[in-house]
Structure formats: structure tokens, C-alpha cells
């Protein structure tokens, strides 16, 4: 069975957010979308009742592993336009590297955040595009990536995955985003969790991009990680 990391397990930034966010509405149960679900697997928090459900891109490995999986309510593979995900009936939405490796993303997104309720969370994860690794990822061609994968990341990491990476995937890209559509931005961090650094080969061609590059793409990070809060008054822009 695949590993799955799941992001509040670790008491970090997710569960603190989350918490706050119970605790202005106690005795409810939170309702949680996973999308991007075969590498994150959903909230785990102590006294907070969660009912979770899967969404992600009809891929073969990812199906193999939401098959073995059994922390999820219900689930749902295909294109991410069209999936079940009826409006406003989510708390939290988690977006676990899934912007980075699907087409229409700008689509996709608005989509989720319309299955969000009025004061929700999103729970962002993802691979940065103007990152060494970013770059490293998307322009090595998808036979390369497939022949080296097994090579370059831990045992049980899926994939390999599209690599995408359209604008949205970037700090600058998700930025204007939310600023477009009246969402608030609460954190923002940057982190190293780039399955590829694992391996000695995979570091030296990070760092390799980020000398040639003259640091344009760093190799200092290759995830961003954000908490983005969908507005609760009525004049904002309810998406």
C-alpha cells in the first residue's frame, strides 16, 4: 500500500488554521475535500469529527492507490472540470500538489473554491514553477522522467505525474489569482519537500539549475505552501 502524508499529523500550519477555524464553530462537523488526494492524505484532528472526500485527476496511479485507501468518505477521478463537487458544501478544501500537474488549472481551482462555503479554508500545497526544481521538473521530457523515477524518489512516492506547471503554479501566478476573485491570503511558507532531493543525482541537477540560472531559480525551496480564506460577506466576489 502507498504512503500517504497526511498534513495535520504533523501539528504544523494546516492543523493550527484548522483548529482556529473549529473553534468559531464548535460541535460541527467538518466537511473536507481532498483534491489532489494520491499524495496527502486527508486532516486528521483529536475531538473535531471529519467526513473527508477525494477528488483528483483520472491517472492510473492514482487509482491504484485511492483503491487501497480506506480514510476517505467517497471519491471521485476524472477531469477536474467536470467532477462531483456540489457548491459550497465544504469547510476545508486541501489542494495537495495537484495545481502543478493539471491543464486548465485556473479552471480547476475555481471550481474547488466554489464547492467551498462562505469563510472557508484552502489548505495549499505545491511544487513552485519558478523554482530550480520547478524548471527541472517540467522541461525534462515525460520519457525521461518515467525511465529515472524509480531512481530519484523514495519507495511508495506515486507517480510519475504530469508535470504542468502553468503560471498559476507560482507565488506571482497565485497572487493575482486571489486577488482577482477577493480571497485573502493568511500564510504563505516556502519548503523544501521535493521527492527527487532524496537522491544524490536529483540534488546535484537542482543545484545545477539554480548555478546556470544564476540563482533566477533557486534551489533554496521547491514547495509553497499557503492558507487562503474564502471571504464570508455577501459583496465579495462568491466564486
Known amino acids: 500500500m502507498s504512503e500517504v502524508r497526511s498534513v495535520a499529523q504533523r501539528g ?94 485556473e479552471l480547476v481551482f475555481d471550481r474547488l473554491l466554489q464547492s467551498l462555503r462562505p469563510g472557508g479554508l484552502v489548505l495549499l500545497r505545491m511544487r513552485d514553477r519558478g523554482s530550480a526544481y520547478g524548471l527541472l521538473d517540467r522541461v525534462t521530457p515525460s520519457w525521461l522522467r518515467g525511465l529515472l523515477w524509480r531512481s530519484l524518489v523514495p519507495p511508495g512516492w506515486p507517480g510519475p505525474l504530469p508535470a504542468v506547471y502553468e503560471p498559476l503554479s507560482s507565488s506571482d501566478g ?32 537542482i543545484a545545477a539549475i539554480s548555478k546556470l540560472t544564476n540563482d533566477r531559480y533557486p534551489a533554496s525551496h521547491d514547495e509553497i505552501t499557503m492558507v487562503i480564506r474564502k471571504p464570508q460577506h455577501h459583496f465579495a466576489r462568491l466564486i
Do not use: K
Open 174 to 205: 497565485l497572487h493575482a489569482f486571489c486577488l482577482s476573485r477577493g480571497l485573502m491570503i493568511t500564510d504563505e511558507l516556502r519548503n523544501t519537500s521535493g521527492p527527487a532531493r532524496s537522491r544524490r543525482i536529483g540534488a546535484a541537477a
Open 12 to 105: 504544523d500550519l494546516f492543523g493550527q488554521r484548522v483548529r482556529e477555524h473549529c473553534a468559531m464553530q464548535p460541535h460541527r462537523r467538518l466537511d473536507v475535500l481532498v483534491a489532489g488526494c494520491a499524495q496527502d492524505g486527508p486532516l486528521v484532528l483529536e475531538h473535531v469529527e471529519t467526513r473527508a472526500t477525494g477528488a483528483d485527476e483520472d491517472h492510473p496511479v492514482i487509482r491504484r492507490i485511492l483503491e487501497e485507501r480506506a480514510d476517505l468518505a467517497s471519491w471521485s477521478l476524472g477531469d477536474l472540470r467536470c467532477v462531483p463537487m456540489p457548491p459550497r458544501s465544504y469547510d476545508v478544501v486541501q489542494v495537495s500538489f495537484l495545481l502543478e500537474r493539471v491543464r486548465h488549472a
